[in-house]
């Protein structure tokens, strides 16, 4: 698990580090970090650096210094005629040839690479023209673009870009991730990132991205005494007349996660056509741990729908509540239960346009959160999920194959497996669109959710085998 951190508390924490430790500088250890991986990406050829007025000029400026003193060709472009005044002097002293905005547009189809040190995290979105004129090139021509901290044109906190930007093939950043790194649309703009650790002390994190270490060590894996029972029992209600592939998907998504025993209880011409494909799935009420309702649930019968789901309230148990089911949410709900709209249910819960929600999709899960009191899951290209007091764990990312009807029944039977193993609200939602994410990965190309959903066991199966290996190399303490 990494924390995403601000721009605002980075800066804070970087003042921290400079009272504490005088005259240090973390300028250097960002540059060598950046020529570090710009002769990784170039080994041969021109890197052309193009610097901004600011810090982040001086990280560049630096990298082109480090790059010159090894023999290898640099040139940079001052965007603003101005730069980091020590970064400029050691450059030239080296031998790195200064060019203006013309040189640098005509030179760019013979270059490796270009090294994008205009704006970090002091900069405002979007770039000066000639910058934006040449970022636009980078792209037509597929150079390969390092950004240093962010691609300049994005703000660093937030996730759906406003302006033109640097488009990364990798970024090298510091300190800790910030949102455009981790939340799409932009972080495809960054490319593959790379934390480096500069030494500052930050606080505990509010936002979180989780790693598949994180979804090891806490999925419930079965131990040695485990029954059906103590895995967990979830009931599914689930599908209607309309949908009944819903209920089948869900019951996937359930069973592939490796639920102890399911009781399906929807309709029956859903629960024949799951019968077929999963006989181990029993029909029909019974004890149950947790809830998983409302996929595939249709707009019809809905004094039915909100009854069932008023049930649901009653019995106390935690529920996963997705699609239909949404609409029938009372005020409040049991703590416990896992909401999982995407951006269009979101806004319909909050009464805003799916946009809003979009544009700044944490706001607005944590208003959810905050209203029914309870975790959300919003989904979508990025998973957030996010708990009353506001805390947002980021699900590990997959890849856009999964976009496609019919995931998220897949998605909510995971969820509904870890609330019936007894993984709190939020865990289950973020271990649930991790490993289905972690699935599609492993299996990409356009399958269907429900092969999706059948690759969870060889894909938890790794998982295991790694997680135990692991824990066997561990020394016995004496
Ligand atoms: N905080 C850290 O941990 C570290 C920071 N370092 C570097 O320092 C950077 C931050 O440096 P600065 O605070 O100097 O800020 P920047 O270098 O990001 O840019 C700020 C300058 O650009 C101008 N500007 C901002 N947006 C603009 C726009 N859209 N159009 C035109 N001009 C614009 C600002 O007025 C300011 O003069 C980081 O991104 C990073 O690269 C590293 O040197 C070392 C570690
Ligand atoms: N761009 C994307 N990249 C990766 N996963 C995505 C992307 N867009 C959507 N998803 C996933 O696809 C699923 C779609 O869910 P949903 O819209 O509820 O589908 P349905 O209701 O048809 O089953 C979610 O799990 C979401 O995380
Ligand atoms: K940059």
């Known amino acids: 698990m990494i924390g995403v951190h601000s721009a605002q508390v980075i800066r804070e924490a970087e003042d921290r580090f400079f009272e504490e430790n005088p005259g240090a500088d973390l300028m250097q250890i960002a540059a060598r970090a950046v020529s570090d991986r710009a002769r990784e990406m170039a080994p041969t050829g021109v890197t052309l650096v193009v610097v901004g007025p600011g810090n982040n000029g001086g990280d560049g400026l630096f990298a082109a210094r480090n790059l010159a003193a090894a023999g290898r060709p640099a040139v940079a472009w001052l965007v603003t005629g101005q730069a980091h005044p020590q970064a400029v002097i050691a450059a030239r002293q080296v031998g790195v040839k200064f060019v203006d905005s013309s040189t640098a547009m005509h030179m760019l189809p013979d270059v490796m690479l270009v090294i994008d040190a205009v704006l970090g995290i002091g900069g405002r979105p979007g770039l000066f023209p000639v910058v934006e004129r ?3 090139a980078c792209d037509d021509l597929c150079i390969p673009v390092l950004s240093v901290d962010v ?3 994005l703000s660093t906190d937030e996730v759906t870009p406003t302006a033109t930007s640097f ?3 990798h970024t090298v950043t510091f300190a800790a991730p910030k949102l455009c790194h981790v939340g799409e649309p932009a972080a495809e703009r960054c490319g593959s990132v790379e934390v480096i650790d500069v030494g500052l002390s930050l606080p505990e994190p509010d936002v979180r991205r989780l790693d598949e270490v994180d979804i090891a060590r806490w999925w419930p894996w079965p131990t040695a005494v485990d029954d059906k029972y103590s895995r967990g029992v979830l009931g599914i209600d689930t599908g209607s007349e309309r949908y009944p592939g819903a209920a089948v998907l869900s019951t996937t998504g359930a069973l592939n996660a490796g639920t102890g025993m399911i009781r399906f209880v929807g309709p029956e011409r859903a629960a024949n056509l799951i019968l077929d ?3 181990s799935v029993t029909i029909g009420p019974g004890r149950v741990e947790a809830w998983l309702m409302g996929c595939g649930w249709g707009k019809q019968d809905r004094d039915a729908h909100a009854a069932r789901l008023q049930a649901a309230l009653e019995s106390g148990l935690p529920a996963v509540v997705d699609a239909d089911a949404l609409e029938h949410l009372p005020k409040t709900v049991p703590d416990g239960w896992l909401l999982t709209p995407h951006a269009g249910e ?3 819960m909050l009464g805003v346009h799916r946009r809003v929600v979009e544009v700044d999709p944490i706001r607005h899960a944590r208003q959810a959160a905050a209203r029914w009191n309870t975790a959300v899951l919003l989904k979508g290209a990025t998973q957030y999920v996010v708990e009353p007091s506001g805390r947002v764990t980021i699900a590990v990312p997959g890849p856009a194959w999964t976009a496609q009807a019919g995931s998220g029944d897949v998605l909510a039977g995971i969820c509904g497996m870890l609330l019936a193993a007894g993984l709190p609200a939020w865990q289950a939602g973020a271990l649930g669109a991790s490993v289905q994410a972690m699935a599609a990965a492993h299996k990409p190309g356009p399958f269907p959710p429900a092969v999706i959903a ?4 060889e894909v938890l199966g790794g998982l295991w085998t790694t997680l ?6 561990l020394p016995v303490e004496q």
Do not use: K, Y
Not at 454 to 457: E, M, N, S, V
Not at 468 to 473: C, E, G, I, L, N
């Open 277 to 279: 494909a999963m006989p």
């Open 151 to 153: 691609p300049s044109g």
């Open 468 to 473: 135990r290996s692991r824990a066997f190399v």
């Open 454 to 457: 059948r690759t969870l066991p």
């Open 134 to 136: 040449f970022a636009t």
């Open 167 to 169: 488009r990364a093939a």
């Open 346 to 348: 979101l806004a319909a």
